[in-house]
């Protein structure tokens, strides 16, 4: 039987940290993202904000009506036009509950990875 232990092995400080899971800030603290060939531009103050965080903590409990909301507040109005074009189903002209839930999750994952 292999005997379990708490050690762990340290890294050393000169090796390389894969970085592809960090966002890049712009100087002005914003963060540019992309999702789904759409480019976004999220001001760095968007996370800190009282009423999203009630929007989350809402979806998090199960309401899903408040989505759009989650998602105006992050991409702001005008990328939020521009993501239902980009969501819409051809066929019949609407954006489907399941494609804008995952695109919210996509930008949340994409403004924040590491939350």
Same mark, same amino acid.
């Given at each position: !039987?292999?005997?379990?232990?708490?050690?762990?092995?340290?890294? /050393?400080?000169?090796? %390389?940290? /894969?970085?592809?899971? %960090?966002? %890049?800030?712009?100087?002005?603290?914003?963060?540019?993202?992309?999702?789904?060939?759409? &480019?976004?531009?999220? &001001?760095?103050?968007?996370?800190?904000?009282?009423?999203?965080?009630?929007?989350?903590?809402?979806?998090?409990? #199960?309401? #899903?009506?408040?989505? /759009?909301?989650?998602?105006?507040?992050?991409?702001?109005?005008?990328?939020? %036009? #521009?993501? !239902?074009?980009?969501?819409?189903? /051809?066929?019949? @002209?609407?954006?489907?509950?399941?494609? @804008?839930?995952?695109?919210? &999750?996509?930008?949340?994952?994409?403004?924040?990875?590491?939350?």
């Amino acid at each position: !039987m292999a005997e379990i232990t708490t050690e762990t092995t340290a890294i /050393p400080d000169d090796v %390389k940290r /894969p970085a592809d899971r %960090k966002v %890049k800030s712009n100087k002005d603290g914003s963060r540019t993202v992309e999702v789904r060939g759409l &480019s976004i531009n999220v &001001s760095g103050e968007v996370l800190d904000d009282f009423e999203l965080l009630d929007d989350l903590d809402a979806l998090d409990q #199960g309401n #899903g009506t408040r989505l /759009p909301s989650v998602l105006r507040r992050l991409i702001g109005v005008e990328n939020f %036009k #521009g993501a !239902m074009e980009i969501l819409r189903d /051809p066929e019949t @002209g609407r954006v489907s509950v399941e494609s @804008g839930a995952e695109f919210v &999750s996509e930008v949340l994952k994409a403004v924040a990875p590491n939350s």
